[in-house]
């Protein structure tokens, strides 16, 4: 039986007999098989690379065909600008706040605060003295 195999390898037919005996191949037959698959390989990657130059040519004639643009500007430019503004509108709301905070007139009398301290202190002072009396009483009255 004779199989013949044509495959399509760089443009042109390859036409390959093969006698086959029953269901192995000659060491022949195996080798031009591994050409093939070779040769396919090395195909695609042909056909891959003329696809990427194709489009790579369109995209030139569309380019050269289209209005004059730059394809790096920077979209947020303008964006930039308002960005600033707001940083500097919150700038200004931070000055204000200070400035009130730092006008603000304390909501207590420092010197009456004080005298409330020393008063405390009073007290403080006479409450030891009158315990110190009344143990110093029972330590007395317990002598006796």
Known sequence: E??????LQLGFYICL?????GSHLTSAAIKHHCKLSLAQK????????ERDNERLMENLAAI??????????NIDFQR??????KIMAITVENQALLKRITDCKPTYDRKKFE?????CKYLQGVLRFLLIQ???????SFLE
């Open 80 to 85: 930039s600008n308002k960005k600033n503004k």
């Open 42 to 49: 090395d195909q695609k990657r042909i056909s891959q690379i």
């Open 64 to 73: 050269q065909r289209g209005p004059a643009s730059v394809d790096c500007w």
């Open 115 to 119: 005298i409330e301290w020393q008063a």
């Open 17 to 21: 007999s093969l006698s086959c005996n």
């Open 134 to 140: 009344e143990t110093l009483g029972h330590f007395f």
């Open 2 to 7: 004779i199989v013949t195999i044509k495959c």
